[in-house]
């Protein structure tokens, strides 16, 4: 049997393993190791390379079967970054956002200027006080969606904080410039221990300034095992034993990574969610709540907040019968243009702002 035959053959299959039954986004690599052990015994190959599978195989198996796909929730990871002019609003090209930002533009409508200030009824804090308690790293990008999707971050009051492949000096700084618990999550294999390594001890390119808690919250051979994970056959290891020692292998683990290695991506998104869930248990992750009186401070401060709210609405409404009757120039047209060919990167709601601002005198009350 081909690969490609073998592929058709239980994609369904380990779309709805990775997906947890299609209850969840499941990233194009998880699917991957969904499929991959039954591709192998059904065409008696030795290896099935990532990116054909990702690449080759799942997108075409898509388009194939439009009726059996067309529920499946599948996202790839973010290659690169579109920037809006003007608004400087950054979509990532990954798969759930471009598919937000093409659904906000299909939805998008003009409405009246926005006065109400229900959402500045959150408290105001900046960083990790009053608001949350840790770092989740994740060693891999591409599981943000799911993890937004899940809403982990707020059911946990942490921070996410996701890279590819070793941590640099920037988010080793921020680290220890928060002062935080960080709980690291990284693949089962040589470049993961490293990772944990890496971001744990001092470096001769960064020496920590505080003594900040870092913990490997795994992979390891443990999860591995109670998960029943499949895992990937590999070379030679790259590093000595005494080396992984010291990254903190146990000497059955280095045993292992001989001749195996183990991506996070072999979870379903399910399990997945369960087991960070359940090592932020074991690790002491709570609810953030203050103390009485800064509960008591964002009390009078939300009443504070809505008291505003409620004589803002009457002006509001003021404020619409005036504009209603604001006369508009004739010329504006040619003035807009004009302006933009004076100062060429204004936006043409820039230029008609400049226009307002220097005819209209807005009424003062009070």
């Known amino acids: 049997m081909t ?105 998008h409508h003009v409405t009246d200027p926005v006065f109400d200030l229900a959402e500045r009824l959150a408290y105001p804090t900046c960083g990790p006080a009053n608001r949350w308690g840790a770092i989740l790293f994740v060693e891999k990008q591409g599981f943000q969606p799911l993890l937004e999707h899940v809403r982990l971050a707020e059911k946990w009051d942490i921070g996410i904080m996701t890279t590819k492949g070793i941590s640099n000096v920037a988010a080793r700084e921020l680290i220890d410039g928060l002062n935080v618990p960080v709980l690291v999550a990284h693949d089962f294999d040589e470049e993961g221990l490293k990772i944990f390594a890496t971001l744990r001890d001092s470096t001769a390119r960064y020496e920590y300034t505080n003594r900040v808690d870092i913990v490997d919250i795994g992979l390891r051979l443990e999860d591995v095992e109670e998960y029943d994970l499949p895992s990937e056959r590999t070379g030679k290891l790259r590093h000595s034993p005494k080396i992984l020692a010291g990254y903190g292998a146990t000497p059955a683990e280095i045993e292992f990574l001989r001749h195996n290695r183990v991506e996070l991506n072999a979870f379903s998104s399910g399990d997945l969610i369960s087991w960070l869930e359940r090592k932020l248990t074991i690790h002491g992750i709570k609810k953030i709540i203050p103390d009485n009186d800064l509960l008591r401070e964002a009390y009078r401060r939300t009443v504070q907040v809505l008291e505003v709210g409620s004589q803002l609405s ?43 601002r220097e005819r209209y005198k807005p009424r003062r009350t009070g």
């Not at 393993?17 to 699917?31: C, E, F, N, Y």
């Not at 005036?322 to 060429?344: M, Y």
Request: aromatic share 6%.
């Open 3 to 107: 690969i490609k035959d073998a592929a058709d053959q239980v994609m369904a299959e380990a779309y709805a393993k990775a997906s947890s039954g299609g209850t969840l986004p499941a990233a194009a690599r998880q699917i991957y190791y969904a499929a991959r052990p039954e591709i192998l015994r059904l065409t008696g190959e030795d290896s099935l390379n990532s990116v054909y599978f990702t690449q080759r195989l799942l997108p075409p198996f898509i388009d194939r079967n439009p009726d059996l796909t067309a529920d499946w929730d599948i996202t790839y990871d973010s290659r690169g970054c579109l920037v809006e002019p003007h608004t400087r609003l950054h979509v990532p090209l990954g798969t759930l956002d471009r598919r937000a930002y093409q659904n906000d533009i299909a939805n």
């Open 314 to 356: 009457a002006i509001r409404d003021d404020a619409r019968e005036r504009a209603a009757c604001a006369r508009v120039p004739r010329d504006l047209g040619p003035q807009v243009r004009k302006r933009i060919a004076a100062e060429p990167t204004l936006s043409w709601d820039q230029a008609v702002a400049q226009v307002v």
